[in-house]
C-alpha cells in the first residue's frame, strides 16, 4: 500500500475518533483543612477535542484519498 493511502486512512481514522472521544481525569482538592483532619473533595474535568480538529482531519484524508484516485486515471 503506497505511503499516501495510508496517510488518507490514518488521518480518516483520527478525525473519527477526535469526534468521538472526550478526556476525562479527576483531581482532588482539600476543602476542609482543621489540624489533621482534613475533608478532601474529588473534582472530575472533562476535556474534549474540538469537533473542528475531527471534521478537518476527515475532510483532508477523504480529500486525500480523491486526489490521489483522480491522479491515478490520468
Known amino acids: ?22 478526556y476525562t481525569y479527576t483531581t482532588q482538592e482539600t476543602v476542609l483543612q482543621i489540624g489533621p483532619i482534613t475533608a478532601v ?13 475531527g471534521w478537518l482531519l476527515i475532510v483532508a484524508g477523504v480529500g486525500t484519498l480523491v486526489v490521489n484516485a483522480l491522479s491515478k486515471k490520468n
Open 41 to 53: 473533595a474529588e473534582k472530575q474535568h472533562t476535556v474534549a477535542f474540538p469537533a473542528i480538529l
Open 1 to 22: 500500500m503506497k505511503p499516501i493511502l495510508i496517510a488518507a486512512i490514518v488521518m480518516i481514522v483520527l478525525g473519527a475518533l477526535a469526534l468521538g472521544y472526550d
